[in-house]
């Protein structure tokens, strides 16, 4: 029986994966990193804000709310509107929102444009139906199996037996003591 | 002896893959038995959802109204209401619907769904959510919000309804 050279069907299967699976690795890398800043930063779209003031109070109708948006630009990009609490009113723009507080007449334009790229990397990321689920699956546990194969690629003290013992230990030990400090 | 262990964990690695795969199919046969209803679904008004959604739980309906948000986040579940702010309604995605799109938030919206009950979101029996105090008791109004029972709408479809700006 010939032997079996697993060494070699590592190499192959870690270099095909790592083929095969570049673009999703992109995908989630990138995303993965939009996603960890969500405190700094909307990664879906890129939001710029106005203040304004406004005539609108509690008597406003609708003729009065398109009047003011013409005022301010956005009469063609009007939706829908409604008033969510007593003294708010949300009007909804193509591309953006407004929020006006009926006590006050003050008023704030947001205005978002998607970020292309990012938005859809991040969509995906989120897992947006079963079929997607099922292909992050198997990515998932090619993700082991490139971790897995990807120890025993070199021989010798630059190896699994030398200097990659201790790089894969530290990488062990870093989850570990994060939990050791912040979740035990 | 050391190759053999490799290989048997690589190969272990892609069949727990595939199983988990064979695993949802299954679990999707059970649920697609369960969502097919016979009925016409029954038209509600958002109105009238929360006094009748009980008797609808399992079961197919339509519901119009607007969006008023959608979750920016993984775009899983959006809110409708209609004349009356105070009500709005939850829609949810089930697996095989796209994510909803946040551009939605203004639109009218119709709506094909099946009514669920939304399991408690209070953390009741000893158990306290994040970050709060042990010992926190709830006032009165928080017990009777959370303990009367709240409905969603898993969305099996929906169509953006075309208005003049008139009609609105």
């Not at chain 2, 893959?17 to 509600?44: R, W």
């Not at chain 2, 928080?142 to 409905?151: G, I, L, S, T, V």
Request: glycine residues 8%; charged residues 25%.
């Amino acid at each position: 029986m010939a032997k079996l050279k697993w060494r070699k069907w590592f190499r192959v299967i870690h270099r095909d994966f790592g083929y095969l699976f570049f673009g999703v690795t992109l995908v989630y890398a990138i995303s993965g990193i939009a996603i960890n800043h969500l405190n700094d930063w909307n990664p879906n779209y890129v939001i710029t804000a106005s203040d304004i003031q406004t005539n609108i109070d509690h008597q406003s109708e609708k003729d009065d709310i398109l009047a003011m948006l013409e005022e301010n630009g956005e009469r063609k990009n009007y939706k829908n509107h409604y008033f969510p609490s007593e003294n708010g009113l949300k009007i909804f723009l193509k591309n953006g929102v407004v929020y006006v507080n009926l006590n006050s007449g003050k008023g704030l334009i947001e205005k978002s444009k998607r970020r292309p790229m990012f938005r859809e990397m991040n969509y995906l990321h989120y897992n947006p139906i079963k079929y997607w689920t099922w292909f992050s699956d198997l990515y998932a546990g090619a993700l082991i199996a490139l971790a897995i194969t990807g120890l025993f690629l070199v021989r010798g003290k630059k190896g699994i037996t030398g200097r990659g013992a201790w790089l894969t230990v530290l990488g062990i030990l870093i989850p570990l003591i994060y939990l050791f400090i912040y979740f035990y | 002896m050391l190759k053999n262990v490799l290989l048997i964990l690589v190969a272990a690695v892609m069949v727990w893959s595939c199983g988990n795969q064979q695993a949802e199919q299954k679990e999707q046969t059970v649920e697609e038995e369960v969502v097919v209803v016979d009925e016409k679904p029954v038209a509600l008004s958002l109105a009238e959802f929360d006094e009748k959604a009980e008797t609808f739980v399992g079961k197919e309906i339509i519901l119009e109204g607007t969006v008023i948000h959608v979750c920016k986040h993984g775009g899983q579940k959006m809110f409708i209401t209609a004349d009356d702010p105070d009500v709005r309604i939850k829609i949810t995605t089930t697996d095989e619907t796209a994510a909803f799109d946040p551009e939605l938030e203004g639109s009218d919206i119709k709506v094909v769904g099946i009514v669920e009950e939304i399991e408690a979101e209070v953390v009741g029996e000893g158990k306290h959510a994040e970050g709060e105090e042990e010992g926190h008791e709830e006032d009165a109004e928080h017990e009777n919000y959370y303990h009367k029972p709240q409905y969603s709408l898993k969305c099996i479809k929906y169509a953006v309804v075309e208005n003049t700006p008139e009609e609105k």
